[in-house]
Nanobody, 119 residues
């Protein structure tokens, strides 16, 4: 059974850093495109960052470019999101997503991890 488990969220002051991790199991991790999404209270879920292969390419939302870095380790079946220079607008639940697009799309989601940026 496919599973994604996020960790690393928490409370951090503005300007601080956090590193989110997502551990995958139960599916062929290396062939899936991996992404991080986030959803703030009262807002729609938005795409934060995506990585295809282990060496990229990567894409980022404009709001996090230059501050966040997505990476993956296929041997560990894990994807990471390094978040630097955090601000209060980064407060959200962060979700890990795995997607495989063939003739149809297969999506797996984690349960989410809360990130709160507050003085």
């Amino acid at each position: 059974q496919a599973q994604l488990v996020e960790s690393g969220g928490g409370l951090v002051q503005p300007g601080g850093s956090l590193r989110l991790s997502c551990a995958a199991s139960g599916f062929a991790f290396s062939v899936y495109r991996m992404s991080w999404y986030r959803q703030a209270p009262g807002k729609e879920r938005e795409l934060v960052a995506t990585i295809t292969t282990e060496t990229g390419p990567t894409t980022y939302a404009d709001s996090v470019k230059g501050r966040f870095t997505i990476s993956r380790d296929n041997a560990k079946k894990a994807v990471y999101l390094q978040m630097n220079s955090l601000n209060t607008e980064d407060t959200a639940v962060y979700y890990c997503n795995a997607r495989l697009e063939l003739h149809t799309s297969i999506d797996y989601w984690g349960q989410g991890t809360q990130v709160t940026v507050s003085p």
